[in-house]
């Protein structure tokens, strides 16, 4: 256990075991304020995106291919 700055107590919350560097499967969660139906819709059981929703789509494509670390 570390201190931030003498005063809090962080744990990390990473599994120790786990190698973060290998490739895995992950369980994504995406929160809009308020949350607004706004990146599609349900319609017959199928989701049908909206142009927010395309964007998202595309952006989270993307991740696998990507080979760097992200820079500000």
Do not use: H
């Not at 570390?2 to 005063?7: A, E, G, L």
């Not at 994504?28 to 199928?46: D, P």
């Amino acid at each position: 256990m570390t201190k931030f700055r003498n005063k809090y107590r962080i744990e990390s919350n990473r599994c120790q075991y786990w190698d973060y560097s290998a490739p895995g499967r992950y369980f994504v969660t995406i929160c809009i304020v308020n949350r607004e139906c706004i990146l599609g819709k349900i319609n017959n059981g199928n989701m049908v995106l909206s142009e927010y929703g395309e964007i998202v789509e595309s952006e989270f494509i993307k991740i696998p291919n990507t080979n760097q670390p992200l820079t500000k």
